[in-house]
């Protein structure tokens, strides 16, 4: 664990219920023993400030919290600061032990902590993207921390690593063997949004940094059709990247070695001293969005705040969709309707919107037939129709629910005020896929945790007591189907398949 960090983390809490009073926040650690330091930490600054404890009572709507990569699935905060724990050591020393993220998954488990936020998320850490030096070994979840880190210091998505591929000519050979016998690190072919770099000169300070690009008019220069791809473009992308370039000639490198070499040696002490390098992106070069880097607090910890990268989960539900129009001539009083023309218009909701339940069907109607209620005689002619759409194999009728006639895969879909957010107005079958959604992305979960998620998923905002009294009677009917499982430690997750 971090204490430094700890307090640091603790004090930026109340500092931040002092400035936004009214905005929720929760903490995020990536171990259990960061977050009990946290919340030793968050007891001591209340004893000094106990003017703000009210902040972090339980009873608020959505309270204060300290949790663990392992239990914050399906907590949601406008605010969320992240603790990374690990770090330096005393000899100065970055271990890539971290925890989880090097398991297999470990990715997923890191975009759960990531995207709890719903505002933006602060990151504290004594270690930067570029302190993390990677090889081919290095685990998914690593790779994934340093590009997260790299976009929360820098507001810009994009990795740069070793390829592993050889160099394509002698001549970077010879390069390549002359830095390294005058004591520089260097690595070939390394990969940067879809260029490559001949060869990168390692910063010696930061592993995972590097202090100088070096262009070779090697194999694949040469191949190159166009003159300007292969110079001015190239170059302008790659420095845009926050690359520092060096170009050596072939023709030079043979013809004048001792001026050449002399070149490149001073080339790579003046990007030592100066540290414009491939992670080091200048700010101006970020997308527009609020900045904010506080000082220092304690030694390295550092805060860095940026907007939340958005949960992969959002990206798999599309909103609801209404009927646009019902597809009959509208015309007179709606109850006085043909059964056959009513049937009509209900077959036509329910293939749009379906599985729908029935009031939404009359509501849709009545909506698009312009009218502002619908008394007992327009509830029961849709009622008919609905029954006669049933009996002629139309539509199909579960409860409360109509289908449209041809099964199909279940959508889960988020209701964005129109049709209202409300559990009862949702068939069992799509809060059951919800869940499954969920417990798919997320690993095991609390049933808190899922019940809070799901609801989420579906566009309900506030899990009340009715909300939450449902999805629990969906989840033990999944328990009892063996579609769930339900661990001894009470979490539940998906059998496998």
Same mark, same amino acid.
């Given at each position: 664990?971090? *204490?430094?960090?700890?307090?640091?983390?603790?004090?930026?809490?109340?500092?931040?219920?002092?400035?936004?009073?009214?905005?929720?926040?929760?903490?995020?650690?990536?171990?259990?023993?960061?977050?009990?330091?946290?919340?030793?930490?968050?007891?001591?600054?209340?004893?000094?400030?106990?003017?703000?404890?009210?902040?972090?009572?339980?009873?608020?709507?959505?309270?204060?919290?300290?949790?663990?990569?392992?239990?914050?699935?399906?907590?949601?905060?406008?605010?969320?600061?992240?603790?990374?724990?690990?770090?330096?050591?005393?000899?100065?020393?970055?271990?890539?032990?971290?925890?989880?993220?090097?398991?297999?998954?470990?990715?997923?488990?890191?975009?759960?902590?990531?995207?709890?936020?719903?505002?933006?998320?602060?990151?504290?850490?004594?270690?930067?993207?570029?302190?993390?030096?990677?090889?081919?070994?290095?685990?998914?979840?690593?790779?994934?921390?340093?590009?997260?880190?790299?976009?929360?210091?820098?507001?810009?998505?994009?990795?740069?690593?070793?390829?592993?591929?050889?160099?394509?000519?002698?001549?970077?050979?010879?390069?390549?063997?002359?830095?390294?016998?005058?004591?520089?690190?260097?690595?070939?072919?390394?990969?940067?949004?879809?260029?490559?770099?001949?060869?990168?000169?390692?910063?010696?300070?930061?592993?995972?940094?590097?202090?100088?690009?070096?262009?070779?008019?090697?194999?694949?220069?040469?191949?190159?059709?166009?003159?300007?791809? *292969?110079?001015?473009?190239?170059?302008?992308?790659?420095?845009?990247?926050?690359?520092?370039?060096?170009?050596?000639?072939?023709?030079?490198?043979?013809?004048?070695?001792?001026?050449?070499?002399?070149?490149?040696?001073?080339?790579?002490?003046?990007?030592?001293?100066?540290?414009?390098?491939?992670?080091?992106?200048?700010?101006?070069?970020?997308?527009?969005?609020?900045?904010?880097?506080?000082?220092?607090?304690?030694?390295?910890?550092?805060?860095?705040?940026?907007?939340?990268?958005?949960?992969?989960?959002?990206?798999?539900?599309?909103?609801?969709?209404?009927?646009?129009?019902?597809?009959?001539?509208?015309?007179?009083?709606?109850?006085?309707?043909?059964?056959?023309?009513?049937?009509?218009?209900?077959?036509?909701?329910?293939?749009?919107?379906?599985?729908?339940?029935?009031?939404?069907?009359? *509501?849709?109607?009545?909506?698009?037939?312009?009218?502002?209620?619908?008394?007992?005689?327009?509830?029961?002619?849709?009622? *008919?129709?609905?029954?006669?759409?049933?009996?002629?194999?139309?539509?199909?009728?579960?409860?409360?629910?109509?289908?449209?006639?041809? +099964?199909?895969?279940?959508?889960?879909?988020?209701?964005?005020?129109?049709?209202?957010?409300?559990?009862?107005?949702?068939?069992?079958?799509?809060?059951?896929?919800?869940?499954?959604?969920?417990?798919?992305?997320?690993?095991?979960?609390?049933?808190?945790?899922?019940?809070?998620?799901?609801?989420?998923?579906?566009?309900?905002?506030?899990?009340?007591?009715?909300?939450?009294?449902?999805?629990?009677?969906?989840?033990?009917?999944?328990?009892? +189907?063996?579609?769930?499982?339900?661990?001894?430690?009470?979490?539940?997750?998906?059998?496998?398949?």
């Amino acid at each position: 664990m971090n *204490r430094m960090e700890a307090r640091a983390v603790a004090k930026a809490a109340l500092d931040h219920y002092r400035k936004f009073p009214n905005e929720s926040l929760g903490v995020g650690a990536f171990n259990i023993k960061q977050q009990q330091a946290i919340l030793e930490e968050v007891e001591l600054q209340l004893r000094l400030h106990p003017d703000m404890e009210e902040f972090v009572k339980s009873n608020r709507e959505e309270h204060f919290f300290v949790k663990n990569l392992e239990t914050i699935q399906g907590d949601e905060r406008d605010v969320i600061f992240l603790s990374i724990g690990f770090g330096f050591d005393a000899s100065r020393r970055l271990s890539l032990n971290f925890g989880p993220l090097n398991h297999e998954g470990g990715e997923r488990r890191l975009n759960v902590l990531i995207s709890r936020a719903r505002e933006r998320c602060v990151v504290f850490s004594n270690f930067g993207a570029n302190d993390i030096s990677l090889d081919g070994t290095a685990a998914f979840g690593v790779r994934a921390l340093k590009v997260f880190l790299d976009y929360a210091e820098n507001r810009i998505l994009h990795s740069t690593e070793e390829t592993g591929e050889d160099t394509d000519s002698p001549f970077e050979d010879s390069v390549y063997d002359f830095l390294r016998s005058n004591g520089h690190e260097v690595r070939k072919q390394v990969g940067c949004a879809g260029f490559r770099i001949d060869l990168g000169v390692v910063d010696p300070e930061s592993p995972g940094r590097y202090l100088l690009g070096i262009e070779c008019d090697g194999a694949k220069y040469h191949t190159s059709p166009v003159a300007r791809d *292969r110079d001015r473009l190239r170059q302008q992308i790659l420095e845009g990247l926050g690359w520092r370039l060096h170009r050596i000639w072939s023709t030079d490198w043979y013809r004048n070695p001792n001026e050449s070499e002399r070149r490149l040696l001073d080339e790579v002490v003046r990007a030592k001293h100066e540290k414009l390098t491939s992670v080091d992106v200048p700010k101006d070069r970020a997308p527009h969005m609020d900045v904010s880097v506080p000082q220092n607090v304690e030694g390295r910890v550092e805060s860095h705040e940026s907007s939340t990268i958005g949960d992969p989960l959002d990206s798999m539900v599309s909103n609801y969709e209404l009927c646009p129009s019902l597809e009959i001539l509208m015309t007179g009083e709606l109850h006085e309707q043909s059964t056959h023309q009513l049937a009509k218009a209900v077959i036509r909701v329910v293939d749009v919107e379906g599985p729908v339940h029935f009031d939404e069907v009359v *509501r849709r109607i009545r909506s698009l037939w312009r009218l502002g209620r619908a008394g007992n005689r327009i509830y029961d002619a849709i009622s *008919r129709a609905a029954s006669a759409a049933k009996r002629n194999g139309k539509i199909r009728r579960r409860g409360n629910f109509l289908w449209p006639a041809t +099964e199909s895969p279940i959508q889960v879909r988020r209701r964005c005020g129109d049709p209202a957010a409300r559990i009862d107005l949702i068939c069992d079958e799509e809060i059951a896929e919800a869940l499954k959604l969920v417990l798919k992305h997320q690993f095991d979960t609390l049933p808190d945790d899922l019940i809070v998620r799901s609801s989420r998923l579906l566009g309900i905002q506030a899990t009340h007591g009715t909300t939450s009294k449902r999805i629990k009677i969906v989840i033990r009917k999944l328990i009892d +189907e063996g579609q769930l499982q339900e661990m001894p430690n009470g979490m539940l997750h998906l059998p496998k398949s």
